[in-house]
């Protein structure tokens, strides 16, 4: 499975930008899809996720109710809608793909077995 971000680029506080995620190559292994990010001298962190299966989507307390994800099936893409955007959100953000993973599983990068390169994203203040 290959995933290919794009969206991330320099905003201003309160701003917004949408990040994609095209996946290709063995795509009927992929029961979910989501955002990590990485922010300078942190570990990577739990962002937001969608599962394929019943399309429930997960999100972390930080990005709740500003970020929203979603999926276009036809296209194997998932989005992150990104609203009312802060300087604590410049990370370089990685998406990742993994399998038919259950709800514990799906605020861990160590459960997604593909990642893309990365897109950075620099919220200004």
């Known amino acids: 499975v290959q995933l290919v971000e794009s969206g991330g680029g320099l905003v201003q506080t309160g701003g917004l930008l949408r990040l994609s995620c095209a996946a290709s190559g063995g795509t009927f292994n992929i029961g979910a899809m989501g955002w990590f990010r990485q922010a300078p001298g942190k570990e990577r962190e739990f962002v937001a996720t969608?599962?394929?299966?019943?399309?429930?989507?997960y999100y972390s307390d930080s990005v709740k109710g500003r970020f929203t994800i979603s999926r276009d099936s036809a296209k194997n893409t998932v989005y992150l809608q990104m609203n009312s955007l802060k300087p604590e959100d410049t990370a370089v953000y990685y998406c990742g793909a993994g399998g038919n993973l259950i709800t514990s599983e799906m605020r861990h990068d160590r459960s997604f077995n593909y990642w893309g390169q990365g897109t950075l994203v620099t919220v200004s203040s």
């Open positions: 969608f599962r394929w299966r019943d399309s429930r989507q």
